[in-house]
C-alpha cells in the first residue's frame, strides 16, 4: 500500500472554458477542416498548481515506480480535509457545499495517472469523504485490488416494479 498526504486547499477539477485561439492579426486559427479551431481551459485557474502538487506528492511516495502496469486493478482511498468556515454552526459536522467531491477527485485521480497508476482507468474501487480539518490536506491510499468474488444472485429476490396498490 501507498500512503501519502498533499497539503494545502484541495481543489476541483471541474469544467473547461471553450475560446477561439487568434492569430496576431486578430483572425481566428483554421484548422484542416476549414472551421476554426477550438481549444480550451480549466475554469479553475488554482487547479494546474494543485495537481503538479499531487502528482509531485505522489511521486516522493512512490519513488518515481508506477505501481500498477496496465490493467492491474487498484483500489483508492481518499480523504479531503477542509478548513470550517466560521459562519458554519457547530451542528455541521462535515462539509456539505462546494467543492463537490467528484470533481474534488477528478483531480486526484488524473494526478495518479503516469505516477502510481499508467492510466486512472485502472481504479475500479474508490472510498472517498470530505471532513474538517486544518491543515487543509488529502490523503491518498493506494493499494492492489482484491480478485473480484463472483456474485451469487441465486438466492436474490426481485421485487415488481410499479405503482402500489
Known amino acids: 500500500m501507498i500512503h501519502f498526504v498533499c497539503f494545502g486547499r484541495p481543489q476541483p477539477q471541474g469544467s473547461k472554458t471553450p475560446w477561439l ?3 496576431k492579426g486578430g483572425a481566428f486559427v483554421i484548422g484542416k477542416s476549414g472551421q476554426p479551431v477550438i481549444a480550451t481551459m480549466d475554469s479553475n485557474k488554482k487547479l494546474k498548481p494543485w495537481r503538479q502538487e499531487l502528482t509531485r506528492a505522489a511521486l516522493e511516495a512512490n519513488r518515481g515506480n508506477v505501481i500498477a502496469e496496465r490493467e492491474i486493478p487498484v483500489c483508492v482511498r481518499i480523504e479531503f480535509y477542509l478548513a470550517k468556515p466560521a459562519s458554519t454552526p457547530k451542528r455541521i459536522t462535515r462539509p456539505t457545499k462546494k467543492p463537490d467531491i467528484d ?10 495517472t503516469g505516477t502510481i497508476v499508467t492510466d486512472d482507468s485502472q481504479i475500479v474501487e474508490a472510498m472517498v469523504g470530505k471532513w474538517f480539518g486544518l491543515p487543509e490536506r488529502v490523503e491518498i491510499f493506494v493499494e492492489l485490488a482484491q480478485p473480484a468474488q463472483p456474485l451469487l444472485v441465486s438466492n436474490f429476490q426481485f421485487q415488481e416494479m410499479g405503482p402500489r396498490p
Open 21 to 23: 485561439p487568434r492569430y
Open 103 to 112: 470533481k474534488l477527485t477528478r483531480a486526484v485521480f488524473d494526478s495518479l
